[in-house]
């Protein structure tokens, strides 16, 4: 049983079973007895259906009282499992540099050369929008393979996305104002395929509960 009730905690509690890769079962329901809104859960699920092959599933379909006892999702698996080349220390290694390079851009270039705004340095986000109620806060730096690595890497984008949506709705803004998530190894040389599982995929996630009043997004790739 999920205990979301919120719309961006359902998007959260489903992309975290699509993005596990210890999950053991091939079909896998979870229940939403306190769910708020069933239309975004509907929404969402229509979403995850039409990017099923690129998260690595089968199929997902949702169910309602009087079907069932309450509002459901029920989430199928093929056997076509991602796989991951390089063994776990290797890997290890390159997510730490791929964050370091990551946060030595953000102060050396993003921010000396004034790219964003709002961005002053890694430990000075969200600066200069006092009128819209956003406290300055640092920027964390996540990477996709840290917790989901044996998945497909649309569903490692889409968990860590999600997760990072509720650290920044739950956390203070003092904490973490914004959240920089990077994907270097499976999208830094496919800008195409890039941009389509953010186009198709992670925004359209958004939309579909209605979270675009609590997150701002913004895409970058090395090949723009």
């Known amino acids: 049983e999920a205990s979301a009730c919120d719309r961006h ?9 699509i993005g596990d890769e210890e999950r053991s079962c091939s079909i896998i329901s979870m229940w939403f007895p306190s769910i708020k809104d069933k239309n975004a859960l509907e929404r969402l699920v229509v979403v995850v259906r039409e990017n099923r092959n690129r998260l690595g599933l089968e199929n997902i379909k949702s169910s309602s009282w009087p079907q069932v006892p309450t509002t459901m999702v029920e989430l199928s698996w093929n ?3 991602a796989e991951i080349s390089a063994k776990d220390d290797e890997l290890d290694e390159r997510i730490a540099k791929a964050i370091f390079d990551t946060e030595s851009w953000v102060d050396e270039t993003l921010c000396r050369l004034r ?3 709002y961005t002053a340095s890694l430990q000075r986000a969200a600066t200069g929008l006092e009128s ?23 569903a490692a984008l889409a968990a860590s996305f999600w997760q990072g949506v509720s ?7 003092e904490d973490v104002a914004t959240l920089l998530l990077i994907a270097p190894e499976s999208y830094d040389s496919d800008f195409e395929l890039f ?28 090949l723009y």
């Open 79 to 81: 056997n076509d499992g």
């Open 167 to 173: 650290e920044l709705v739950n956390e203070p803004e």
């Open 195 to 222: 941009s389509k599982v953010c186009d198709e995929l992670i925004e359209p996630s958004v939309q579909a509960v209605g979270a675009t009043d609590i997150v701002g997004r913004a895409w970058f790739h090395p």
């Open 115 to 117: 790219l964003c705004p």
């Open 9 to 17: 905690e359902v998007a959260t509690r489903i992309f975290d079973v």
């Open 132 to 154: 819209q109620e956003v406290k300055e806060g640092p920027v964390i730096v996540r990477h996709s393979s840290t917790f989901c690595r044996n998945v497909h890497p649309a």
